[in-house]
């Protein structure tokens, strides 16, 4: 499902900052003739091109598609505005237990209280969607087993207490539009 993200890399750091899903539109739309970002497909897919000149003509003719355009750059805005206060706010604790909850949020099944998450997401996967290191990440995810928040099975994460990541994270309960990677 996750086909495409983006990146952003400064010296040698390197910041997951969306993953794009089928549907998902994404690019620099006016103006600039570069993008700031790496995109990189994480699975085959297969990717349209559209012409800024003609977007902004179609949008001119078709007051609607100018509205739900200005809809999703609204929606962009408020995910990096998130994900701006989960890096810089909230510490690696905060940023790690939010980007979970969006994991959840997207990949995950509700079994009972548990939430299992059967994509799986390597350790410096998950540091780069939080701009830390793969120790880090092990570190904390250590933590979160000793305190029964998480654990892995053979196939999945299995998220045991969602509570306490939101206590952590200070979840605003976020609609799930907003709240995914």
């Given at each position: 499902?996750?086909?495409l ?40 897919c297969?990717?349209g ?19 739900e ?11 990096l505005?998130?994900?701006?206060r ?7 604790q905060?940023?790690l237990?939010?980007t979970?909850?969006?994991?959840a949020?997207?990949?995950g ?11 799986r997401?390597?350790n410096?996967e ?8 793969r ?12 305190d029964?928040?998480l ?10 207490d ?10 605003e ?8 990677l």
């Amino acid at each position: 499902m996750a086909w495409l993200m983006f990146v952003k890399i400064w010296m040698v750091e390197k910041l997951s900052i969306h993953y794009f899903h089928p549907g998902d539109l994404f690019g620099e739309c006016f103006e600039r003739k570069t993008t700031m970002f790496t995109s990189k497909a994480l699975e085959n897919c297969t990717l349209g091109i559209i012409n800024r000149r003609e977007l902004e003509q179609f949008m001119r003719v078709e007051g609607s598609m100018a509205l739900e355009f200005i809809k999703w750059i609204g929606l962009m805005y408020q995910h990096l505005q998130t994900k701006l206060r989960d890096l810089t706010l909230l510490g690696k604790q905060g940023a790690l237990a939010s980007t979970l909850i969006r994991i959840a949020n997207m990949y995950g099944k509700r079994e009972g209280n548990n939430l299992y998450i059967k994509k799986r997401f390597t350790n410096t996967e998950i540091a780069d969607l939080i701009g830390s290191s793969r120790e880090t990440v092990n570190r904390m995810l250590s933590q979160y087993k000793r305190d029964n928040i998480l654990t892995f099975d053979e196939k999945s994460m299995v998220i045991l207490d969602v509570e306490s990541l939101k206590k952590i994270c200070h979840c605003e309960d976020c609609p799930k539009s907003l709240c995914r990677l």
